[in-house]
């Protein structure tokens, strides 16, 4: 069965400050998903990650894929207060070692940042 | 359509009525799935479609879930005899066949009380 952990669940920071969010899976996979969610909102698609050592950015967020160590990172640099939200990394189940349909989900990093 | 459309946006039902979600996928998307969101949970799959074929409904949590596609385009999640603990943000997404990436819809917010 495919898992998806990430850490921090719950991460406040203040605006300037740099972090990253980790994001481990259980089987092999050369597909991963990075959204943004913000309250009461559907999935914003922020990355997708194809392949081994794939790094991808956009403006602070910088997201990149280990499929050896099956982790990916997501990178926030100075951070600011619109970065707000709820950060999901997922694994595509149809590119894993268990063949599963859809995406399976990390539980979420709740992502706060004080002005 | 421009997006993944899904309605009612917000749904209030009683505990044992039935309610049905509808999802209309981006034109000429072959894949689609629903997932239920749990408050505070990441998305799970429920259900996917290939065209009009049901390929897997694996993540259906019981019997009083049904979901179609009949015609290979708009999707229906029919829930029967709700119960409290269906009350989630149920999301559909759709996808080319091979493409990168899915579009998610803004989700029908369920509320069985």
């Known amino acids: 069965e495919l898992k998806v952990e990430q850490n921090p669940l719950f991460l406040s920071m203040q605006e300037g400050k740099n972090y990253t969010i980790y994001c481990n899976y259980s089987t092999t996979s050369d597909r991963l998903y990075w959204y943004r969610q913000d309250p009461g909102k559907s999935l914003e698609s922020l990355f997708v990650l194809l392949s081994n050592g794939a790094v991808k950015q956009e403006g602070r967020l910088m997201a990149s894929l280990d499929t050896k160590a099956r982790l990916s990172t997501l990178h926030i640099t100075a951070a600011v207060h619109d970065l707000s939200a709820t950060y999901f990394c997922?694994?595509?189940?149809?590119?894993?070692?268990?063949?599963?349909?859809?995406?399976?989900f990390g539980k979420g990093t709740h992502l706060i940042i004080q002005p | 359509g421009a997006g993944v459309s899904q309605s009612p946006r917000y749904k209030v039902a009683k505990r044992g009525q039935d309610v049905a979600l509808r999802c209309d996928p981006i034109?000429?998307?072959?894949?689609l799935f629903w997932y239920q969101q749990a408050l505070g949970q990441g998305p799970e799959f429920l259900t996917y479609f290939q065209n009009e074929a049901q390929l897997d409904k694996s993540g259906l949590p019981s019997d009083r879930f049904f979901a179609e596609r009949p015609e290979g385009s708009v999707s229906t999640l029919k829930i029967q005899r709700t119960q409290q603990e269906d009350s989630a943000v149920y999301l559909c997404a759709s996808s080319i066949q091979g493409a990168d990436g899915y579009t998610f819809g803004s989700g029908t917010r369920l509320t069985v009380v």
């Open positions: 997922a694994v595509d189940g149809v590119w894993s070692g268990g063949g599963a349909d859809g995406l399976t």
């Open positions: 034109s000429g998307h072959v894949s």
